[in-house]
């Protein structure tokens, strides 16, 4: 990296945290909200520059809240770390992790594959189902790609499609931009559903979403961006789902069946038993993950030896979810969040009797959020806290426009190194930046289409109208 672009990734944080900090005070932002704004500020320039490795941008945001007294005290900045959504997420990455080495989830892939007895199509229709169904087995959908991506490459190779033909495209395309749609649907998926989740109950004050709860609301539109887009990609790329005559589409042979994928498939299958029945049983969503998470590390019994487990679990998750909720929760408690919303009213005021408009005016603004700030956990500390403020200023409801924020900012992948989940797979399909762009813009406009057209009156139905 040249000398300019070394100063211009740690010189433009430092002067956006000293403008915000050094400004004007602004009528009804305190002194305390002012700090806290100019560290998310300087926490949202490092994560959208990647200066740092996301996990450590985290905890430089902690320690700044602390230094420069964004918050009363240590333990208000170290919020997140007490939260019970940042150990259910270690304990679903626990169980992705036994799954992916018991080589269940690659069994399952292969099965998959099997399936499509050499149609093209087929196996693209087979892929999005997959995207899907397999999240109950394995909720990271980095994971999940990880997986997945050897086994179709394994696919096209016997096929002789090649890596710039159209087909190929599709598939990675599809891989690295909609994988992650079928893991939002869950509350168990991944580090978004965790933190979207975490931060709608705490700044909503209602108490945690259940599993049943979060599939009830979040299924229904991320399923239909899932398939929408699917149909997206296959019109881009439709000239390579044809294969020429003589292509070898001999299906893969899956090995024999271990013990060991046998014990992965029914601790995931209890643990999602005890999620669907929380409804009976009352436990939080954290407890079946945890119970997982002991089962998988039992002598004997388990999957994963102690020493794997730290090796491999991906820390990085833990430390981001943390300090994403701790940066969050200092811009409530310090009064920034409802300044900054109560200043985007002012800029919408004279929509108030328009709902619709109001959404949709908050949604543009989320996109635009989305673009600058690659980093999910980042976009969602920031975004929700806004959104649910300026949508309880407006008489929305809150819910409602936190929930809608995270449908439209993570249903879109603008550039290839926006999303850990995709960088690897359009690194290794040779994928340009400018198809990533325009299936970006598309997914954006297919986002909001569903969400105002299906998705708000659903959640009507089922309890949470956009007006309370």
Known sequence: MNPRAVALRF??????????????????????GQRALAVMAAAVVLWAMETLDIAVTGMVGIVALILVKGVDDASVALYGFSQPVTYFLVGILTLGLAVHRSGLAERMSVYLIRFAKGNPKLLYVQMLAAFAGLTFALPSASTRGAIMVHVYEQVMERWGVQKTDPLNKAVMMAMGG??????TALLAGGITPVVASALIADFGGVSDFSWTQWFILMAVPFYLILIFGGILVYFMFRSGFTLPEGANTAALEPGPIQGKEIRAGLIALGTALLWFTDFAHGLPPVVPALIAMMVILLPGIGLLTWREFETNMGWTNFFVI????????????SG?????????VGSVEGLRDHPTLMLLAMSGAAALVRVVMPNISGYLSFIIPV???????????????????VVVGDSVVYYPASATASVFIYQRAEIRAADVVKMGIAMTGIAIGVLFIIVLPYWSLVGESLTP
Not at 178 to 183: I, K, V
Not at 336 to 344: D, E, G, I, K, S
Not at 389 to 395: D, H
């Open 322 to 333: 943390a300090s994403s909720l701790s940066l969050a929760n200092a811009l409530i408690v």
């Open 11 to 32: 010189g433009l944080p430092i002067v956006v945290f000293l403008a915000v900090l050094l400004a004007p005070n602004p009528d009804g932002l305190t002194d305390q």
């Open 336 to 344: 920034a969040a409802a300044w900054f919303a109560h200043t985007l």
């Open 387 to 405: 959104a649910m403020s300026t949508g309880a200023a407006l008489g929305l409801n809150p819910v409602v426009c936190g929930l809608a924020v």
């Open 178 to 183: 909609l994988n992650r749609l079928g893991s």
